[in-house]
């Protein structure tokens, strides 16, 4: 057997119903829905006061932070990449090389193509640190010291 169900115009006879019935018993229903939400529900059904501005109000919008110029300083880190950062943002600049260990002690690897690097150096610091590429560090030749004679070929203090 097949029923055919077409659409009418207007609600359905159920959903009338169902509209009348929560209409009759509105009253009643707020005032539940009040004592479960603690008056929650009459309130926030209640228009707010919109803030009114008192006066001349201007804003201006927000400009970048000036830029202070980078002061830069040699920095090994805990990892044992060889970086300048800088001094007043902690950010830091370039990425100068590593600290790796090679045969039995550690050794400085400039950041270059040849060094296996993706992002290496620019050319003029490359020409002004090669001969510190490859250096050994040891007791008597410390992170701290590596990091001076860096700053010093690169004119920085």
Do not use: C, W
Not at 112 to 139: H, W, Y
């Amino acid at each position: 057997m097949v029923e055919i169900i077409s659409k009418r115009d207007g609600p359905r006879r159920e959903d009338a119903q169902v509209k009348r019935l929560i209409e009759q018993n509105r009253s009643t229903i707020v005032r539940l829905a009040d004592q479960i939400s603690g008056g929650g529900y009459s309130a926030s059904r209640k228009p707010r006061q919109q803030p009114k501005a008192e006066g001349l109000i201007i804003h201006v919008g927000g400009s970048a932070a000036p830029v202070t110029e980078a002061k830069p300083s040699i920095h090994v880190t805990m990892n044992g990449r060889v970086i300048s950062k800088d001094q007043n943002t902690g950010r830091q600049l370039h990425h100068i090389g590593d600290i790796r260990n090679r045969s039995g002690g550690q050794i400085f690897v400039l950041a270059t193509k040849q060094n296996g690097f993706f992002s290496p150096v620019d050319e003029t610091v490359a020409e002004a640190l090669a001969e510190l590429d490859g250096s050994r560090l040891a007791a008597t030749y410390t992170e701290e010291q590596l990091a001076a004679d860096i700053g010093a070929k690169l004119g920085i203090d």
